[in-house]
Structure formats: structure tokens, C-alpha cells
């Protein structure tokens, strides 16, 4: 399985950037999609996630009003619409996904990308 990220890179405050991601390969559906990111020094956290089955998008509270996720979900893809960006917004943005086998019972594995540099100068 392959979790493939492009985008990212340097930006000016006020700027935006777009973080693409895509899925290859998984043997079991992907129930859910979506960024983390990690600052130097802290922990990793969610920046935005959809759960695939329901079609809901939960943001965090710094992504709200900012940053848009979206889904293709036959092509297993997500894009990440960055904008208003911030310098508090560097971090090192990874791509999470939860590959769901239903048989003989319900198993979930996460699945991560190797991570995108992200970089808002003032």
C-alpha cells in the first residue's frame, strides 16, 4: 500500500496552499481520510478528516473558516485547500488514511504518509 502526498512548500501569511494525497493499492476500503501536522518539538495533530462511509468533515479549530477538505472518493484522494495561511501554520503535514477490512470481522488500519514541509514566513 502507498500513500502518495504532493504539495506543500513555502508561502507567505495570507497566502494559500493546496496538499494533495492519494491511496494506492489498499486491499480493504478506505473508511476515512484526511492531514495531520507536526510542529518541532510537539505533538502530532489533526488538521482535518473526513469519515468516507458518512461523508462528514470534522476541522480543527485553528483549520475552520481556513482550510477545505475534499474527497474523491472512487479514486481513493483527498485534497487539502489551504488558505489565510500563518506562520503558526508550519508544520510538517502528513496524510492519514484508515483502511477497513469488514471480513471475518471488522479490523481498521491506519496508513500514513511520509509527511510534506509546510512553511509561512510572516
Known amino acids: 500500500v502507498r500513500v502518495v502526498e504532493s504539495g506543500g512548500g513555502l508561502a507567505q501569511a495570507g497566502g494559500s496552499l493546496n496538499l494533495s494525497c492519494s491511496v494506492f493499492g489498499s486491499p480493504f476500503s478506505i473508511t476515512a481520510m484526511g492531514w495531520y501536522r507536526q510542529a518541532p518539538g510537539e505533538q502530532r495533530d489533526m488538521v482535518a478528516i473526513?469519515?468516507?462511509?458518512?461523508?462528514?468533515?470534522d476541522y480543527s479549530d485553528s483549520a475552520k473558516g481556513r482550510f477545505t477538505l475534499s474527497r474523491i472518493g472512487a479514486e481513493n484522494t483527498v485534497s487539502l485547500q489551504m488558505d489565510s495561511l500563518k506562520p503558526e501554520d508550519t508544520a510538517k503535514y502528513f496524510c492519514?488514511?484508515?483502511?477497513?477490512?469488514?471480513?471475518?470481522?471488522?479490523?481498521?488500519?491506519?496508513?500514513w504518509g511520509q509527511g510534506t514541509q509546510v512553511t509561512v514566513s510572516p
Open positions: 492519514y488514511a484508515k483502511s477497513t477490512s469488514y471480513y471475518p470481522r471488522k479490523r481498521s488500519y491506519d496508513l
Open positions: 473526513t469519515n468516507t462511509r458518512e461523508d462528514e468533515i
